[in-house]
């Protein structure tokens, strides 16, 4: 049960937390603590964060693909 809801956030999530941890080359499982502590001690404000790098993330994923499908025509 467990794994089918890590699995569930891993495939639908921003992959904020994936992108970070392979940028830095730091444990995902430790990224992920640290937002869910600190957004209890700031108040959600690491929860503003995610969401505004979740959508610069897939808007650079977008712009990703879109180019690739230019050079492929």
Same mark, same amino acid.
Do not use: H, W
């Given at each position: =049960? /467990?794994?089918?809801? $890590? &699995?569930?956030?891993?495939? @639908?999530?921003?992959?904020?937390? &994936? @992108? /970070?941890?392979? #940028?830095?080359?730091?444990?995902? *499982? +430790? $990224? #992920? /603590?640290?937002?869910? !502590?600190?957004?209890? /001690? *700031? ?6 964060? @995610? %969401? %505004? *790098? ?5 808007? #650079?994923? !977008?712009? +990703?693909?879109? #180019?690739?499908? *230019?050079?492929? =025509?």
């Amino acid at each position: =049960m /467990l794994q089918q809801v $890590i &699995t569930f956030f891993e495939r @639908y999530s921003f992959g904020v937390c &994936t @992108y /970070l941890g392979e #940028r830095f080359n730091i444990s995902i *499982a +430790k $990224i #992920r /603590l640290f937002f869910i !502590y600190s957004s209890f /001690l *700031a108040v959600g404000f690491p929860l503003i964060f @995610y %969401f %505004f *790098a979740g959508i610069v993330l897939d808007f #650079r994923n !977008y712009i +990703k693909r879109s #180019r690739t499908r *230019a050079v492929d =025509m």
